[in-house]
């Protein structure tokens, strides 16, 4: 088993910037990719980003290319989501992931509870 907790959303405005973390406990974290998704109130959950065990590897939703980044930590089992020149569209529940497998569809094993991504314009 892998629990995952995410934490760092809030309010921001639009052209701000959010740093999202999901901290895991459980098996070997470095044995996972890991991945971010959201969903908006009424719509279906979507990738936003995923990388490798390593890091050296990752995945962007078209839409935030350029604007998120995605990193880990694995000494500190934590996996970030760095949100800059958000949008008023980013606002979201945004979940963390984990699987064994790097993937950028929804079968990811292990899913973190989310956390609330307001962006006001």
């Known amino acids: 088993q892998v629990q995952l907790v995410e934490s760092g959303g809030g309010l921001a405005q639009a052209g701000g910037s959010l740093r999202l973390s999901c901290a895991a406990s459980?098996?070997?974290?470095?044995?996972?990719?890991m991945a971010w998704f959201r969903q908006a109130a009424g719509k279906e959950r979507e990738f936003v980003a995923a990388?490798?065990?390593?890091?050296?590897?990752?995945y962007y939703l078209d839409s935030v290319k350029g604007r998120f980044t995605i990193s880990r930590d694995n000494a500190k089992n934590t996996v970030y989501l760095e949100m800059n020149s958000l949008k008023p569209e980013d606002t979201a529940v945004y979940c963390c992931?984990?699987?064994?497998?790097?993937?950028?569809?929804?079968?990811?094993?292990?899913w973190g509870q989310g956390t609330q991504v307001t962006v006001s314009s």
């Open positions: 992931a984990a699987d064994q497998l790097l993937l950028t569809s929804n079968e990811y094993e292990y």
């Open positions: 990388i490798s065990r390593s890091g050296a590897i990752t």
């Open positions: 459980g098996r070997t974290f470095s044995g996972y990719a």
